[in-house]
C-alpha cells in the first residue's frame, strides 16, 4: 500500500451565534491593483512620480480616488478564535496635492504601515515582548484607483489633563534567524560563539538612542542557548564594559534523547552615560567543543519626548495609564512642519491638532489605555517598494469547499487522485 504524505486543512463551518458573515466579493475582484512592499515601521511617502512608475496614468488624476488597502502586515494569529479582517481593509492616507484636486506634478500622499514585526503588549507588567515575522522580512499594502478614498481625520486636542509626558519607554529588538538546531519548528537562533578554530567567542552590538536619559535605567531582556557536554557554560554581557546581564547554562547530557541545547532568559537592567549603547556578549565554554548562540535581545531605554536629530518618533507612555485620565504630551524641538499622529489604530491614523509655542508641541488625549503615536517632520520619508501589478481575485465569490488539499508539484497526481 503506498502512503502519501498530504497536508490536509479541513474548512470547518459554525452556525448559530458563532457564525460570521462574509463579504461577497473581494475588494480585487475588479480594477486595477498594485503591491507595496514595506520592511519596517514608520511614516511613508508616495509621489506622482512612483505612481507613473507603476505604469499609472497620472494625466488629470483626481487626488481622491487615490486608494490604499491592507492589514498591518504583522503575522496572523494561530488561533482560529481570533479575529481577523474578512478582506483588505481600506487605509487611511493624509493628501497633499495642493488643493486643486489633481494628483500630479510634485504632489504627493502620506501613510503608516507597521512593518513585518510586531511588539505584543504586556499590560500587566506595562512592558512589551517582541514577535518577528517568521513567514515575511516585508508587509504588503495595495494601492488602486477609483471612487473616493478614506484619508485622515483631524482631532482637537483633549482640554484639562491631569497626567504629563516629557519622557517615554522606548523598545528595540535585534535578532538573527540562522539557525534551527532540529531543522523542524519555530525556534531559530542566531550567532554562534565557540572557541573552535574559525569561530569565536566576542561579538558586539552597538545601538544608539537619540535624546537618551541617561539617568535612568535601560531595561534589557537577552536570550541565549548553549550546548556543553557535562559541564555548564555562561555567557556574560557587558554594556559599555561594565556587567550587566549573566546566563549561566546547565549542561546537556549524550543521551539519544537529551536536548540539543539549552536555552536561558535573563533581565536585567543597566544605565550609561552615552545614546550609543554598545553590548558585548562573551561565551565562556564549559567542556571542549561547547557552543553558544544568541536567540534575541530586547531594550527599553527611556528617552525625552524630543524632535532633536529625530525625523521620526513613534512613542507611548505607560505610566499615565489609568481610568479617566488625560495625559498632556510635551514635545520638544519642533518645527512648524511637524505632525503628530495617534496610531493606536494603524490602519486609520488621526492627526492631531494641539499648540506650537516656542519649539514646543502639546496636545493632550485621552489615556483610560494605551495610545501610539508618531511625530513626524515633513522630510526624510520612508519609500515603499514597488512589487507589481496583481490580477484581479476574488475567492470571496468562490463556492465552499469541503476541504483543501496543500501540496508541492511532485505529489499533484496523487492529490488530483485522492
Not at 496635492?97 to 489633481?102: F, I, R
Not at 548562540?293 to 512613542?315: H, K
Not at 506650537?356 to 489605555?369: C, H, I, K, Q, V
Request: one cysteine or more.
Amino acid at each position: 500500500m503506498r502512503y502519501t504524505a498530504l497536508i490536509i486543512g479541513c474548512c470547518l463551518f459554525f452556525f448559530g451565534n458563532a457564525q460570521r458573515s462574509y463579504r461577497s466579493n473581494s475588494v480585487l475582484a475588479n480594477g486595477d491593483w498594485y503591491k507595496l512592499s514595506v520592511r519596517n515601521t514608520g511614516i511613508y511617502k508616495v509621489n506622482a512620480a512612483f505612481l507613473q512608475s507603476l505604469g499609472i496614468n497620472t494625466s488629470g488624476l483626481s487626488s481622491s480616488a487615490i486608494r490604499l488597502y491592507g492589514n498591518g502586515g504583522q503575522m496572523l494569529a494561530e488561533a482560529n478564535s481570533e479575529k481577523r479582517p474578512d478582506d483588505l481593509t481600506e487605509n487611511a492616507i493624509l493628501m497633499f496635492d495642493g488643493g486643486d484636486g489633481v494628483f500630479s506634478g510634485d504632489d504627493y500622499f502620506l501613510f503608516f504601515a507597521n512593518g513585518p514585526h510586531a511588539w505584543i503588549k504586556d499590560s500587566v507588567n506595562k512592558t512589551f515582548r517582541h514577535q518577528k515575522n517568521l513567514y515575511s522580512k516585508e508587509s504588503f499594502y495595495f494601492l488602486t484607483v477609483g471612487g473616493t478614498g478614506l484619508r485622515v481625520q483631524n482631532r482637537n486636542s483633549t482640554a484639562s489633563p491631569n497626567q504629563q509626558v516629557t519622557a517615554f519607554r522606548d523598545r528595540y529588538f535585534y535578532e538573527l534567524d540562522t539557525i534551527n538546531f532540529l531543522k523542524s519548528g519555530k525556534e531559530w537562533y542566531g550567532e554562534e560563539f565557540s572557541n573552535t578554530p574559525g569561530k569565536t567567542l566576542t561579538r558586539n552590538f552597538t545601538v544608539s538612542f537619540p535624546n537618551l536619559l541617561t539617568v535612568m535605567p535601560v531595561g534589557v531582556v537577552s536570550n541565549v542557548a548553549a550546548r556543553s557536554n557535562g559541564v555548564s557554560s555562561s555567557f556574560t554581557v557587558r554594556v559599555n564594559n561594565a556587567i550587566a546581564v549573566q546566563h549561566i547554562i546547565a549542561s546537556v547530557g549524550t543521551g539519544t534523547y537529551d536536548p540539543v541545547a539549552f536555552p536561558h532568559e535573563a533581565v536585567s537592567a543597566f544605565t550609561t552615560t552615552q545614546p550609543a549603547i554598545s553590548l558585548q556578549y562573551n561565551y565562556q565554554p564549559g567542556s571542549l567543543n561547547s557552543q553558544g548562540w544568541l536567540n534575541w535581545f530586547e531594550l527599553f531605554p527611556q528617552r525625552q519626548l524630543s524632535m532633536s536629530g529625530v525625523d521620526q518618533l513613534m512613542f507611548r507612555d505607560w505610566e499615565t495609564v489609568g481610568s479617566g485620565n488625560i495625559a498632556e504630551f510635551r514635545l520638544q524641538s519642533v518645527s512648524a512642519g511637524t505632525f503628530v499622529w495617534d496610531i493606536t489604530d494603524p490602519l486609520n491614523p488621526v492627526n492631531i491638532t494641539g499648540t506650537l509655542t516656542g519649539s514646543e508641541f502639546r496636545f493632550a488625549g485621552p489615556s483610560d489605555r494605551l495610545r501610539e503615536y508618531a511625530a513626524f517632520t515633513n522630510q526624510n520619508f520612508l519609500s515603499p517598494v514597488a512589487a507589481g501589478k496583481i490580477s484581479n481575485q476574488d475567492l470571496h465569490n468562490s463556492t465552499v469547499k469541503d476541504y483543501l488539499i496543500i501540496t508541492p508539484p511532485s505529489l499533484l497526481s496523487e492529490a488530483q487522485r485522492l
